[in-house]
């Protein structure tokens, strides 16, 4: 099978790509593609975006749904594990394809929100009134259009017990031309708080366009909180989880969650023992200010919230 990446360290362009699984195949966009050193085999950007031979393995306790999602649909397209707040399931779509991502195997085909499956879901988060927070997610929800995003996000707005809008989304690392006025408009009119949560895992990821999507999102008022993944051969050492928190926090975003990978199946290669994790934040306690050292969390399927490792 080819190599992940070229073989020679000369090369400046991409190699043959192993054989892809067919549901998840292979994605990235242009702006990644920049980020990848092609001459260095052990790349921390490529391992997470380019597909592995290892992921046809089968390893035991790495399955489909990892952290409970189907037991947690409510109703399609509203995920509900934690009192006070639930997740729309927005798309299946992402413009990138993280290669652990925990939805990897997600029956997205049953989720589909066309207009009678929002109604349902609207009405599920309107008769709870302790819903005080949505979540939009999917896929990653930011790929929708503005107007697609608006039909759903000016409905949530009339909730009168809903408190914030969080979002998830890798769009402002890999896709940041998306953050557009449009866009920020639209947030910046929702009348509760909107938090926007993004997914980066290695400082190599952020860049002056990134800042400049993050700015943008800052002008329109909204909270930049992260979330990384701790992932064997991108991030697991303690002088990239330091620079990362310091590179996020310089863009206004801060580093909210350090994630134990979720046993998902296809991506055991990226697993850290947790004990490794704890040294890890040890490390970061020691060297950083407490607001810049994330909390070391697993999501444990059946959980009230998720479980801080200590």
Do not use: W
């Amino acid at each position: 099978m080819a190599a992940i990446i070229p073989d020679n360290p000369s090369s400046s362009q991409p190699a043959a790509r192993p054989r892809q699984d067919a549901d998840f195949v292979e994605l990235t966009t242009p702006l990644v593609e920049s980020q990848i050193d092609f001459a260095d085999p052990d790349d921390p950007v490529a391992r997470q975006f380019r597909v592995d031979p290892r992921e046809a393995l089968e390893v035991p306790g790495f399955d489909a749904d990892p952290v409970g999602d189907l037991a947690a649909n409510a109703v399609p397209g509203v995920l509900h594990k934690y009192r006070g707040r639930a997740l729309l399931v927005l798309t299946g779509a992402c413009a990138v394809h993280c290669r652990y991502c925990f939805r990897r195997h997600f029956p997205y085909g049953d989720q589909r929100l066309d207009e009678d499956a929002l109604e349902q879901a609207l009405d599920y988060l309107a008769t709870d009134p302790e819903m005080t927070e949505v979540i939009l997610s999917g896929g990653d929800p930011l790929v929708l259009s503005s107007r697609r995003l608006a039909t759903v996000i000016e409905r949530l707005a009339a909730l009168p017990h809903l408190r914030r809008l969080r979002i998830h989304s890798r769009i402002p690392t890999v896709s940041p031309e998306r953050i557009d006025e449009s866009l920020c408009q639209m947030l910046a009119a929702f009348p509760a708080q909107v938090v926007l949560v993004a997914h980066v895992n290695h400082p190599r990821e952020l860049g002056s366009q990134s800042a400049a999507a993050f700015g943008r999102l800052r002008e329109a008022g909204v909270t930049l909180l992260n979330q990384t993944v701790l992932l064997e051969g991108v991030n697991n050492d303690t002088d990239v989880l330091a620079e990362l928190s310091e590179a996020l926090f310089e863009q206004g975003v801060l580093p909210y969650y350090l994630h134990q990978l979720d046993p998902v199946a296809g991506a055991a290669h990226f697993a850290v023992d947790v004990e490794v994790g704890r040294e890890r934040i040890e490390a970061l306690r020691a060297r950083l200010p407490g607001y810049l050292v994330p909390r070391f969390v697993v999501e444990q399927a059946g959980e009230p919230s998720k479980t801080p490792i200590s």
